[in-house]
């Protein structure tokens, strides 16, 4: 007798989870269910938990899945190109398709199905409910875009696709990353250490990564991944560093993925080269910029892009180099959490627990 519902942890408020028991949806020709078998956690996760980013609740969290497909309608196995028991990685936007915004390729922006309609942010009362990974089983829409990921790579692994996506988009395809280039990434995080991966890949030349003092196991684990320097901004003089590393040039690009502070965003202004292109994809809380000089903009002709979210084409590239296996991505992953423990694996990522520190962690349910 296959299940007939799902536990799936239930967000109800800021930092309010619990965990429910809900009916497994019945599918349609066009729609799918998923047996989730990892889902990423990432800042947006802490984020969403305290209350930062507004969400309508109640909602089941979690737009990292990884999983099986356990039901699907003939239309969608046709549309998509898979069958029951692939394994599939699932993006979290879920958009219309067909508005002005989706058919420019920009569909992690669109808002035609209300909001942000995204696996992990769609709200319970919406049917089928089961919209977000922090469950059992998830309900694949037929706008839900997926990708075949090879059955034999470690979960935990396999379900980087989502942190390794962004650093294609955010480090090697949006700033147009290549051989030759020199790149400065701005915080040592899940997002940085992906963008250190992506941008080696791309063939960059020389990597270069900043951090805190308490980053100095991320630093390290940056060298590893393929950065060529690291820098402590607490004990250097990061201008004069970059200098030196650079022939006194500057980075020809700067991917900006801190969290919280703004000041690093004022500073890429001093560290890209003449030319060069800056990439800002670390939110910051809806602060101003301090000591923002827009002339160097100017005088140096620099390009400066957001990046929100991730795309296809970057996820296709990421899923390639987990299956190729020439990474050691199992470094990067430090913690798996049972399903019933997703309070405890978020506030360890929030640095919220003495004596834990998190780089990639996931929902195993
Ligand atoms: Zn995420
Ligand atoms: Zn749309």
């Known amino acids: 007798m296959p299940p007939r519902t799902s536990r799936a942890i239930v967000q109800e408020g800021p930092r ?25 956690i990432c800042g947006s996760d802490a984020e969403q938990y305290a209350g930062v980013l507004h969400v309508a609740y109640p909602l089941i969290p979690g737009h990292e899945p990884l999983g099986l497909i356990e039901k699907i309608g003939d239309a969608a196995a046709k549309r998509w190109g898979v069958t029951t028991g692939d ?17 420019v390729g920009r569909y992690p922006l669109c808002r035609a199905r209300g909001g942000f309609f995204a696996h992990g942010y769609v709200r319970l009362s919406h049917p089928p409910a089961l919209w977000g990974a922090y469950a059992d089983y998830m309900y694949l829409d037929q706008c839900s875009i997926v990708h075949r990921v090879r059955a034999d790579v470690p979960a935990s692994v396999a379900v980087m696709f989502n942190p390794l996506g962004a650093g294609f988009r955010w480090a090697v395809e949006i700033p147009d990353t290549g051989p030759g280039d020199t790149v400065l990434i701005i ?29 100095g196991a991320k630093l390290a684990l940056a060298r590893t991944l393929g950065a060529d320097h690291t820098i402590n901004i607490e004990e250097e003089n990061v201008r004069t560093r970059v200098k030196e590393l650079t022939g006194g040039r500057g980075a020809d690009v700067v991917v900006e993925v801190s969290s919280n502070a703004a000041e690093p965003v004022a500073e890429a202004l001093h560290h890209v080269a003449a030319g060069g292109r800056i990439v800002l994809a ?37 899923i390639r180099l987990i299956e190729s296996g020439r990474v050691p991505l199992a470094r990067l992953h430090t913690h798996d959490f049972a399903l019933e423990d997703a309070e405890r694996a978020i506030q360890i990522l929030a640095g919220e627990v003495p004596g834990e520190a998190s780089i990639h962690s996931c929902l195993i349910p």
Request: proline content about 6%; aromatic content about 2%.
């Open 282 to 318: 670390g939110l910051k809380g809806s602060k101003g910029v301090p000591g923002f000089v827009s002339d160097l903009i100017v005088t140096k002709e620099i390009t400066i892009k957001g990046a929100f979210g991730v795309t296809s084409p970057a996820y296709a590239a990421a």
């Open 16 to 40: 309010r989870l619990v965990l429910r028991e809900l009916p497994i949806p019945e599918i349609d020709d066009t729609s799918a269910l998923l047996r989730v078998e990892a889902c990423g």
């Open 187 to 215: 915080g040592p995080g899940q997002r940085g250490l992906a963008s250190v991966i992506a941008a080696r890949a791309a063939g960059a030349d020389t990597i270069i990564v900043t951090g805190l003092a308490r980053d």
């Open 87 to 103: 394994r599939v990685a699932v993006e979290a936007p879920i958009p219309c398709g067909h508005c002005a915004t989706c058919r």
